[in-house]
């Protein structure tokens, strides 16, 4: 059995009275490209953001790679983190803020200035390294964003919608860092709502409505589960089980 | 059209007090600390009289001056914000509103009745007080006069305020801001000649702050009154010019961009190698430390709002310096005033804080994902604040002391800056951090922002400051009490940072949202 690299459970998390998640279950295995998908609301990013211990969940447990976040703040050395709409230090040229980002996450200052050279020509952005943030359109922060959260080359990626805004070429690059990552026996958790992406990349998904889940496993299982066949799509079987 | 304008108005207001609508004791703290901010102009008025302190001179002539130069200061405030951008425009018109067929007109008159109303608030009742406490019983001034008065002023100098944010349309951003800085320095003119004793006779023949004063005060010289006819009609005509015109294009947000720009390499004349590279640019081989140190200048460096700060700071001080003469109030003696550059030190950190929640909150996420990151964040915040507000604080102290000649409360005086320096900025990064509410000027979380820090140093102060009241331990401190204070400034620090780290560095579940 593959080693769980992320798990989550029964996630309670509620906004002034309000329920966000209630209940939520998740998990991760290493070698795992996992989809986390569901409705605008349904909450994706406020499990994403329990995860990374940007906020404190009412109740529940989490373990990334076999730790309590809550008792062993370690793990965020291994973790690489991109949040749905990223805010970047404007002030701060491409180069500058991947250095900062880079030796934060404790890598060697030769280190750190070797990798960021490596990240800043895999999302082709070596021209501009010495432009302000601020100077750069919504894509080009996005791939920026990306280059920050796998600058340490991290054992377990969380992506809360990675290819919004992103161009074809970004994307490709963007897929390929992902299966490299879980080629290695890392694990990487995406959340979307763009089922054909999830479908053709994910391995396995997480169906989530309401802050409930409402299934996990394997893409093909999932649909089987509800009645359909391999050649029915995600969407079909996400539309099926949300209505059920 | 009346209906579409109310509208927009009416939007524009609740979105202006945004979270103050949450709950009842938003509004009524926010009505408290107005009443509290009128009882502070009062108190202070009121000690200046009984003081007696106001110097022979008669009390007409008296009042006349104080009108001059608070409808002085009220033209320039137009200038400042015509500088800034002058139309101000919430981020949810810029998408909404200016990308409708409301026409331009309409939503210049919106704004127009938003500014007017905004400094109705903050200048109309506490300029009367001012009047009414300083010459009751005697009235040397009609009171309905010189309500017509400041409104006159408050009108045209919301109008310039406009016209120069449209002249960025027409002229460019450069050339408009150019003009504006003119504009603000002229309609400062009075203040400025007054403190530096230049008689400013010539001005009363054509300041716009002169004709005011002296047409509303019933005034009958057929000069005075085509001149100011003069200046509205320019006014006017360039205003209905400028409401034809689709300016959509060049408006920028100026309520959140009066205190800082967007950021911006250094520009040629800082680009000392001292400056630039060892300071600012952020180095693979720096420690993560020194990086988040480098990081808070960077950011206040490249986005204006050192700058801005400093300005303000120096404008105080300067303001300070200049209060005796320019309210004819017995001088008291320069080395006092250097005490009150330690008290105005919180300024500096404060408003430091409030651009940093502006700009910089919403990139927490990038420390907070990171083992250890929001406390070497928060050390190096704390380290870069000090050494500007030390800094800058400690130069103007060394400026005016120049000037004064003779220092007899010297090392006190040192004492009391540095208590001031650590202590406020403790206390801005207390408040930044756990006051989650975004300061718009003028909002009761920006009055915070600059209170809760100024009040906390002043009470941590209290010990300096009651040895900097009395002699003979004031000017000649013992060797003994210096070891004292300086102990007590060490113990409180440390004490303090360690707390405040702690607290801050173990808070880090924000409430985001979704």
């Not at chain 2, 390499?265 to 300071?279: A, C, Q, V």
């Amino acid at each position: 059995m593959k080693k769980l690299l992320i798990e989550v459970k029964d996630l309670w998390k509620a906004y002034n009275g309000k329920s966000a998640v209630s209940g939520l279950s998740l998990n991760v295995s290493a070698g795992e490209i996992h989809g986390l998908i569901g409705l605008n609301g349904a909450g994706k990013t406020t499990t994403i953001k329990c995860i990374v211990g940007l906020l404190r969940a009412d109740s529940g447990e989490i373990r990334v790679a076999g730790r309590d976040v809550y008792i062993d703040a370690s793990y965020k050395s291994i973790i690489g983190y991109l949040p749905e709409n990223p805010s970047l230090p404007e002030y701060l040229t491409l180069r500058e803020f991947l250095i900062f980002v880079a030796r934060i996450k404790g890598l060697s200052g030769s280190r750190a200035d070797s990798e960021v050279w490596n990240k800043l020509a895999l999302f082709e952005l070596e021209e501009i390294s010495d432009q302000l943030i601020y100077e750069l359109s919504r894509g080009m922060k996005q791939r920026l964003a990306i280059a920050a959260a796998i600058i340490n080359d991290p054992d377990i990626l969380i992506l809360d919608e990675p290819f919004s805004g992103l161009d074809p070429e970004a994307q490709r690059v963007t897929k390929r860092v992902m299966r490299e990552t879980a080629n290695k026996g890392g694990a990487v958790l995406i959340s979307t709502h763009i089922l054909d992406a999830a479908e053709r990349f994910c391995n396995r998904a997480t169906i989530v409505h309401k802050g409930r889940t409402l299934i996990e496993g394997a893409i093909d299982e999932l649909k089987s589960q509800v009645g359909l066949g391999p050649n029915a799509s995600l969407e079909e079987a996400f539309i099926k089980i949300i209505s059920s | 059209m009346i209906m579409v304008l109310l509208t927009l108005l009416k939007t524009k207001f609740v979105q202006y007090l945004g979270q103050m609508r949450r709950s009842k004791l938003s509004m009524i703290s926010l009505v408290m600390i107005y009443i509290a901010w009128m009882g502070i102009i009062s108190f202070s008025t009121f000690f200046l009289r009984i003081s007696g302190s106001i110097l022979n001179i008669s009390l007409d002539e008296y009042v006349a001056s104080l009108i001059i130069l608070t409808v002085s200061v009220i033209l320039a405030i137009g200038a400042f914000l015509g500088s800034k951008g002058g139309i101000t425009a919430l981020s949810y018109e810029l998408d909404y509103v200016l990308t409708s067929n409301i026409s331009p007109a309409i939503f210049l008159l919106t704004d127009l009745v938003f500014q007017i109303v905004l400094l109705n608030i903050f200048i109309i009742p506490s300029s009367l007080l001012i009047v009414i406490i300083v010459s009751y019983p005697a009235e040397p001034v009609n009171l309905l006069s010189l309500l017509a008065l400041y409104e006159a002023a408050i009108i045209m100098s919301s109008m310039t305020a406009h016209i120069l944010g449209i002249s960025r349309h027409w002229l460019g951003e450069k050339r408009a801001k150019v003009i504006s800085w003119a504009i603000a320095l002229l309609m400062v003119l009075p203040i400025l000649l007054r403190i530096l004793r230049v008689p400013d006779l010539w001005l009363k023949d054509f300041h716009p702050s002169y004709v005011l004063g002296l047409v509303m005060r019933g005034s009958s010289n057929p000069q005075m009154i085509t001149l100011l006819l003069l200046y509205i009609s320019f006014l006017v005509a360039i205003y209905l010019r400028g409401m034809n015109t689709n300016f959509y294009a060049s408006v920028t947000p100026v309520l959140l961009s009066a205190l800082m720009e967007p950021p911006k390499r250094l520009p040629r004349y800082l680009r000392l190698p001292l400056l630039s590279n060892e300071l600012l640019n952020l180095k693979p081989s720096d420690s993560p430390s020194l990086m988040m140190f480098k990081l808070h200048l960077t950011r206040i460096v490249r986005d204006g709002s050192l700058w801005t700060a400093l300005l303000i700071f120096v404008v105080f001080t300067l303001a300070n310096l200049a209060l005796p003469r320019l309210l004819r109030i017995e001088s008291f003696p320069e080395v006092a005033q250097l005490t009150l550059i330690a008290l105005y030190t919180p300024l500096f950190p404060s408003l430091l804080s409030i651009n940093w929640c502006i700009s910089e909150r919403q990139n927490l996420w990038i420390v907070d994902t990171v083992l250890k990151g929001r406390r070497n964040y928060l050390s190096g915040l704390f380290y870069a604040y000090f050494m500007v507000t030390l800094l800058f604080s400690s130069c103007l102290y060394g400026l005016i002391a120049i000037g004064a000649r003779e220092l007899p409360f010297i090392e006190i005086d040192i004492t009391l800056l540095l208590a001031m320096s650590i202590f406020s900025v403790l206390f801005s990064i207390f408040t930044s951090f756990k006051l989650r509410r975004i300061p718009t000027p003028f909002s009761i979380s920006s009055f915070l922002y600059v209170f809760i820090p100024m009040l906390g140093s002043l009470m941590l102060s209290l010990p300096i400051l009651m040895v900097r009241l009395f002699e003979p331990l004031a000017s000649d401190p013992t060797l003994q009490l210096m070891a004292i204070l300086s102990v007590f400034i060490a113990v409180v620090s440390v004490v303090f940072y360690k707390v405040l780290m702690d607290s801050l560095s173990s808070d880090i579940y924000e409430k985001t949202g979704r």
